[in-house]
């Protein structure tokens, strides 16, 4: 499938979401990192991390379809597992009429019981990253969080060019600011990794097929520009229903999109580097080598089963996906 065509609305913000990460410096907020801070040179390589990608369906009780009034402390302490941890429907923003509900204290509690001394910082609204709240019926973020033992900067948050559905028609994607968040992560000095944090557009119409094939195009885009030469991880909740692990599928709309992804970027999919047997999820990793580093990814499993209640129930409507990488330096970098 070719590339589609870049419309002019989607330079402009790209344009001036550029311009915003060229101007970005490190926060300076509580728990936030600096690459650019002292960090240990490696010892002993080569090393490893583990990430977890989780979608952990904080939209609000009736309407996610899980339990967050109750899920969210309970998910909060076993995130300490993980190196790095990616988060999808964790809400930091929304319209005020939400703060009157038990919905304003999930991230809160989501967080609450996390040691991660690097954590992103809530999201800035929808002027800052060049949207208009009378421009569509806007309630919250793009609920996308990233928390880590290595310090990281953040150095944008970028909404989708388009989207379709509200409360009354499609999968409501036009309440959110949905898109992606990328940090610049350093595993030790000289090290670094551009995390993209993704959320891609739902439903099943061909309007969403439509704006799901946009979602790659501008990403794509954004990290030729952004990422030029740097190692790379994609992750998140694509809603890319692709198996590139299946000669059968290679004629699948979704399968054909997150292939030419992996192709334009030069991204290797965590499922196709161990041969796993979860084929056909939403939920992806794909990565990539630069810079001086090496990445590999050693495992790749989703673990619903650390992710349980008392009663046995997940504490998600997504399983949530772990990677282990190791990483070294790369013989010609």
Not at 175 to 198: P, Q
Not at 205 to 228: C, H, I, K, P, Y
Request: charged share 20%; with cysteine.
């Amino acid at each position: 499938m070719g590339r589609v065509v870049v419309s002019g609305r989607l330079v402009a913000a790209l344009g001036v979401v550029m311009l915003v990460a060229g101007a970005c410096t490190p926060p300076s907020g509580p728990g936030s990192g600096d690459p650019d801070s002292d960090v240990l040179p490696p010892g002993d390589l080569p090393a490893s991390f583990s990430l977890l990608s989780y979608n952990v369906a904080g939209l609000p009780q009736g309407i996610s379809e899980s339990n967050p009034d109750y899920n969210m402390q309970q998910i909060s302490p076993r995130l300490n597992d993980y190196d790095v941890v990616v988060s999808q429907e964790d809400f930091d923003w929304w319209i005020d009429l939400l703060s009157l509900t038990d919905f304003a204290q999930y991230h809160q509690r989501l967080r609450a019981d996390v040691t991660h001394p690097f954590q992103s910082t809530r999201h800035p609204g929808p002027e800052a990253v060049g949207m208009s709240a009378q421009g569509r019926p806007l309630a919250v973020g793009d609920g996308l969080g990233t928390i880590s033992r290595f310090p990281f900067a953040e150095l944008g948050r970028v909404p989708w060019t388009g989207c379709f559905g509200d409360a009354f028609v499609g999968a409501a994607d036009c309440l959110a600011m949905k898109g992606f968040s990328v940090s610049r992560m350093r595993l030790a000095t000289g090290y670094d990794v551009d995390i993209y944090n993704v959320h891609g557009e739902a439903g099943n119409t061909a309007a969403d097929q439509q704006l799901r094939a946009d979602n790659v195009e501008q990403l794509g885009l954004f990290v030729e520009t952004v990422s030029a030469g740097r190692a790379v991880i994609v992750a998140g909740d694509t809603n890319l229903h692709a198996d590139v692990n299946d000669p059968a599928e290679a004629g699948d709309p979704d399968t054909i999109l997150w292939q030419s992804l992996l192709d334009r970027l030069g991204l290797t999919d965590s499922c196709v580097a161990v041969s796993c047997s979860e084929t056909d999820r939403i939920d992806k990793v794909a990565y990539r080598d630069g810079g001086a580093l090496d990445l590999t990814a050693a495992s790749h499993d989703f673990v619903p089963e650390l992710f349980l209640d008392g009663s046995g129930n997940d504490l998600s409507d997504h399983e949530p996906l772990r990677i282990n990488f190791s990483w070294d330096v790369l013989a010609d970098p």
